[in-house]
């Protein structure tokens, strides 16, 4: 819709809404109180003291605040909801929220305390707050009155009229909003995985012959097909050096399948998510027939599904990549390389033996996260609302685990681009090429040294990739 359509179809939706007022109508989160407190008639003059009320009440956070491109992103998804028409704001209300955005106020927002149902009501609220003058913001850092930073940008509050402060709450926005920047990531880290995982292909000089577009034909999952189809591409003129080969173990050979695997899930989960930061998720709805229905659009089931289904396929990715950390640093299964990749004289130099052991404590703390939060549920208002998502509690998990990946990546990224080095392969392949990158990074060895430094160079480097836009793979 254009502009000037949102504004007619905000005002049509509005008037639907002060038609109920001034019939006086018992209409649930209009003239009524919420949750458990639905059957509370209010009296007309109390009305928008309600819902000044309801954002003052259900700011009930706490722990670390989340960062400003998630509560900017969710607050940007609200206003999309409510933008829609069927809310029965009035198109100041919008306008506010973006108001807000265009003059970068960062609303501080808890990160915890939602339970997926009544929407992410708690970070709604905290979010939220600051269109009337309340709460907090965080500027330079610091945390400070939301009121105070209002006046220094020349920006009035607002005074919410009925069913206004209830609809800036009822949505899934927080867990929509930390979904959407994993997802996005998580394409681009699929992409380094796949560049890492090849270079580990060479320098265990393992059988390219696995990545044959001809397997893969025989069973076009289209993720498994895209993950051979680029492993193929990335180590083209590569051939193992070890001609007795018959196979190699699982954490080489079925790269495509595991990450095929993975990159499905991914492509599950966007679509789900699409659908839902394109909908009208909010309670009671207000219908074009002039028709108010309380439902369930609220639920963040969708999305804490795919919370948990991802904290598994990424906890997974992680576990196949620590195995191969291992298998380049162990001297019983690295054909050949030093023991752990130890310059200098054995035994005197550990190399990167460490290296492997926080790899392995990252996977165990992901595999803990990986328990999906929405196989639990706690009710919630005096039983009213009685089963609920917990979806932001996956979507937080999500994150860390994520984190916790690209951790895992770059110690890949590191031993095998080393481990390659001191092959004597032909390394003139576009995974070579990567190789050469992350190597470089470390200094000369002759023995050990302050390795973690380096580690952090190429983590921020890995980061750097996974948020930016470089080309990696061809389409």
Same mark, same amino acid.
């Given at each position: 819709m254009?502009?000037?359509?949102?504004r007619?179809?905000?005002?049509e939706?509005?008037s639907?809404?002060?038609e109920i007022?001034?019939s006086?109508?018992?209409v649930?989160?209009?003239?009524?109180?919420?949750?458990?407190?639905?059957?509370?008639r209010i009296?007309?003059e109390?009305?928008?003291t309600?819902?000044?009320?309801?954002?003052l009440?259900h700011?009930?956070?706490y722990?670390?605040p989340l960062?400003?491109e @998630?509560?900017?992103?969710?607050?940007?998804?609200r206003?999309?909801s409510?933008?829609k028409g069927?809310?029965?704001v009035?198109p100041?209300?919008?306008?506010? @929220?973006?108001e807000?955005?265009?003059?970068?106020?960062? +609303?501080f927002v808890p990160?915890?305390?939602s339970?997926g149902?009544?929407g992410?009501l708690?970070p709604l609220a905290?979010?939220?707050?600051p269109?009337?003058g309340?709460g907090?913001?965080?500027?330079?850092g610091k945390r400070?009155?939301?009121a105070?930073?209002l006046r220094?940008l020349?920006?009035? +509050?607002?005074?919410l009229k009925?069913k206004?402060?209830l609809?800036l709450v009822n949505?899934?926005q927080?867990?929509?909003?930390?979904l959407?920047?994993?997802i996005?990531?998580?394409f681009?880290?699929m992409?380094?995985?796949?560049?890492?995982?090849?270079?580990?292909l060479?320098?265990?000089?393992g059988l390219?012959?696995? $990545?044959d577009?001809?397997i893969?034909e025989l069973r076009?999952?289209?993720?498994?097909?895209?993950a051979?189809?680029q492993?193929w591409?990335l180590?083209e003129?590569?051939?193992s +050096?070890n001609?007795?080969?018959?196979?190699?173990?699982y954490t080489?050979?079925t790269? +495509?399948?595991?990450?095929?695997?993975?990159?499905?899930t991914?492509e599950?989960?966007?679509?789900?998510?699409?659908?839902e930061?394109n909908?009208?998720?909010?309670?009671?709805?207000v219908l074009?027939?002039?028709?108010?229905?309380?439902g369930?659009?609220?639920?963040?089931?969708p999305?804490?599904?795919?919370a948990?289904?991802?904290?598994?396929a990424l906890?997974?990715?992680?576990?196949?990549i620590?195995?191969? @950390?291992?298998?380049?640093?162990n001297?019983?299964t690295?054909?050949?390389?030093?023991?752990?990749l130890a310059?200098?004289?054995?035994?005197l130099?550990?190399? $990167?033996?460490?290296?492997?052991y926080?790899?392995a404590a990252?996977c165990?703390?992901?595999?803990?996260?990986?328990?999906?939060?929405s196989s639990?549920t706690?009710p919630?208002s005096a039983?009213?609302?009685?089963?609920?998502?917990m979806?932001?509690?996956?979507?937080?998990?999500l994150?860390?685990?994520?984190?916790?990946?690209i951790?895992i990546l770059?110690?890949?990224?590191?031993v095998s681009?080393?481990a390659?080095?001191?092959?004597?392969?032909?390394?003139s392949?576009?995974a070579?090429e990567?190789?050469?990158? $992350?190597?470089?990074?470390?200094?000369?060895?002759?023995?050990d040294?302050?390795?973690w430094?380096?580690f952090?160079?190429?983590?921020?480097?890995?980061e750097e990739i996974v948020?930016?836009?470089e080309i990696?793979l061809?389409s």
């Open positions: 254009t502009s000037e359509e949102t007619k179809r905000l005002e939706s509005r639907i809404v002060d007022v001034k006086g109508k018992a649930y989160g209009i003239n009524t109180g919420f949750g458990a407190l639905a059957s509370k009296s007309k109390k009305l928008q309600l819902q000044k009320n309801l954002l009440s700011a009930a956070g722990g670390e960062s400003e @998630i509560v900017r992103g969710m607050m940007f998804l206003a999309v409510l933008s069927f809310s029965g009035r100041v209300v919008v306008e506010k @929220i973006v807000l955005l265009n003059k970068r106020v960062y +609303p990160s915890k305390g339970v149902a009544s992410d708690s905290h979010a939220m707050l269109l009337i309340e907090y913001v965080i500027k330079d400070m009155k939301a105070e930073a220094e020349n920006i009035e +509050p607002i005074d009925e206004e402060g609809a949505g899934t927080a867990m929509a909003s930390v959407s920047f994993v996005r990531d998580s681009r880290l992409e380094l995985a796949v560049i890492s995982a090849s270079i580990s060479m320098a265990l000089n390219r012959s696995a $990545f577009p001809r893969h076009p999952h289209k993720g498994q097909k895209w051979a189809e492993i591409d180590t003129g590569y051939h +050096p001609s007795s080969k018959v196979q190699d173990a080489l050979r790269i +495509p399948q595991v990450y095929g695997a993975v990159m499905d991914l599950y989960a966007k679509s789900v998510l699409e659908t930061i909908s009208v998720t909010d309670n009671p709805l074009k027939e002039g028709d108010v229905f309380s369930g659009n609220f639920h963040g089931e999305l804490a599904l795919i948990d289904f991802l904290s598994i906890t997974d990715l992680g576990n196949m620590e195995r191969r @950390i291992d298998r380049i640093l001297p019983m690295n054909e050949g390389l030093p023991a752990f310059g200098g004289e054995e035994g130099n550990s190399g $990167f033996m460490l290296f492997q926080s790899a990252l165990n703390e992901n595999k803990v996260l990986s328990h999906p939060s639990d706690i919630t039983y009213q609302e009685d089963h609920v998502s979806g932001m509690n996956g979507a937080l998990k994150k860390k685990i994520f984190e916790n990946l951790s770059s110690i890949e990224l590191l681009s080393i390659l080095s001191l092959r004597k392969v032909n390394s392949t576009r070579g990567f190789a050469r990158e $992350f190597s470089g990074i470390f200094r000369d060895r002759n023995g040294d302050f390795f430094e380096d952090m160079k190429a983590r921020e480097r890995v948020r930016g836009e990696l061809k």
